[in-house]
């Protein structure tokens, strides 16, 4: 996170557009990040190309229609072997010829039949080309029809996916927001603090001029003031890592100058309007546990497909082609003929023995809808493990708050005392710093279990998915 926050900054400094700044709430941040954060555009990415392949899908079982020509240059025609007499007169017919012959006496001259004789054809031209169109339907297909109930539970899918991601930016961003706030919320109690230790200086200076202090004493209230300075300075720092992280949360421009408009009094008021402790556990409204159940679903519909590879795959086709032969290329001479070639037909097709493949490909099926169905019962228990933790923190983190903040009114009452004390003369200037820096301190510490009980309302938000 550190890494993360240190390049968000190198780039906002890189960066030398100026901007205008930008008022947010939460709320309107939230908003505001499910249109442009990173993970909701890939998220909104998958859901288009799952439909995609939806519309793909369907489209394999509809009409499909191919242009095709091919051309031939018989350097060498097929040469086709073939008995002698293959093409010889029957007998019969030899026979009355002979007769002819005698009565005539005009002699055949034919050669006489030579039954181990070979005579070498060849066919055809040598320049032959079709240039035709073929068109194809399904008909039968249980593997199609499968396939696209899957394709569609997927599609469906990405919507549960998007909705997961969409409550994982909320948080996000709500602890992002938090953050700001608590980061720049320190800035201001250091700045305070830095100021009495300041003030402690000075009168340490001035008693160490009258005699009243050593000067150990100066060094030591000087090296608190230099501590200080370094925290404020580092807190400064992490104040404006934050603001750029809130900004990577939500999709903006590292440039982009960001104002909150809600403090930490507006969200403590909004989170002690809602009553998140008495909300019931419902895993079937989590999105992540939709998602994986439409996975389980997958893998149920594969079980079927791989059943389905058993049975006929029947498909219509027609084909209409012109095929042209020539002894030379003249292919393009209107005065040639070409011939026609037409025919239409089904086509049938169905495994008869795999030698168990296909069975074994069914098992395998089955193995993966039981992993399926093991993660969703494992995602369920974790939902709810989570959810209880949750539960659990919030509750601890609003006693802390309460707490906290009776610390804080104590030590505002020691304070006022105090004053009052120096004011009449009771107490001196020192314990009034002693009591304005343990009146600081009780200050932060409110700070962090607010931090800590805003956090913490997220969480159980996200638990639930109840996102206001």
Do not use: C
């Not at 072997?81 to 009355?96: M, S």
């Not at 023995?353 to 093991?374: D, I």
């Amino acid at each position: 996170m550190k890494h993360l926050m240190t390049a968000l900054m190198l780039a906002a400094g890189l960066v030398g557009t100026a901007q205008e700044a930008v008022n947010l709430s939460l709320k309107e941040a939230q908003e505001l990040a499910l249109k442009n954060a990173f993970a909701m555009q890939y998220a909104l990415l998958d859901q288009q190309v799952a439909e995609r392949d939806v519309k793909e899908l369907t489209a394999t079982g509809l009409p499909q229609l191919s242009l095709e020509a091919d051309y031939s240059n018989f350097i060498d025609l097929p040469t086709q072997v073939v008995p002698a007499d293959a093409f010889g007169f029957p007998d019969y017919l030899t026979e009355f010829l002979g007769g002819v012959a005698v009565a005539t006496g005009v002699p055949l001259n034919a050669p006489a039949p030579d039954g181990d004789g070979l005579s070498e054809l060849q066919f055809g031209n040598q320049h032959t080309a079709n240039v035709g169109v073929q068109a194809s339907q399904l008909v039968f297909s249980g593997s199609y029809f499968v396939g696209l109930q899957a394709a569609r539970l997927y599609a469906d899918s990405r919507s549960q996916a998007i909705e997961r991601t969409a409550d994982e930016v909320r948080k996000a961003v709500a602890d992002a927001y938090v953050t700001v706030l608590g980061a720049e919320a320190n800035v201001a109690v250091l700045e305070e603090a830095l100021e009495v230790v300041r003030e402690s200086r000075t009168e340490m200076e001035a008693m160490l001029g009258a005699g009243f202090v050593d000067a150990m004493m100066v060094d030591q209230i000087a090296l608190a003031v230099m501590d200080l300075e370094q925290d404020l300075a580092y807190a400064q720092t992490q104040a404006q890592l934050t603001r750029s992280l809130l900004r990577f949360q939500i999709g903006l421009n590292p440039a982009t100058p960001i104002a909150l408009k809600d403090t930490f009094d507006d969200l403590l008021a909004a989170e002690s309007g809602t009553d998140l402790l008495s909300r019931s556990f419902q895993p079937s409204a989590l999105p992540g546990l939709q998602e994986q159940q439409a996975y389980v679903g997958l893998a149920e519909l594969d079980v079927k497909n791989q059943r389905a590879a058993g049975l006929p795959t029947i498909a219509a086709f027609y084909t209409f082609q012109k095929n042209a032969q020539r002894p030379e290329f003249n292919l393009f001479q209107s005065d040639q003929s070409w011939y026609n070639v037409q025919l239409a037909g089904l086509n049938f097709s169905m495994p008869l023995w795999t030698s168990l493949g296909g069975q074994q490909r069914v098992e395998k099926a089955r193995l993966e809808l039981v992993r399926a169905e093991t993660g969703y019962r494992q995602m369920e228990a974790a939902a709810q493990l989570e959810f209880e933790a949750a539960r659990a923190e919030f509750a601890d983190a609003k006693s802390r708050v309460n707490n906290r903040t009776r610390a804080v009114e104590l030590a505002q009452s020691i304070y006022n005392r105090t004053e009052r004390g120096v004011n009449a003369g009771m107490n001196s200037s020192f314990e009034l710093n002693d009591a304005r820096s343990k009146l600081l301190e009780a200050q932060g510490g409110l700070i962090g279990a607010q931090m800590a009980l805003l956090n913490a309302q997220s969480r159980l938000q996200s638990a639930l998915s109840e996102f206001e």
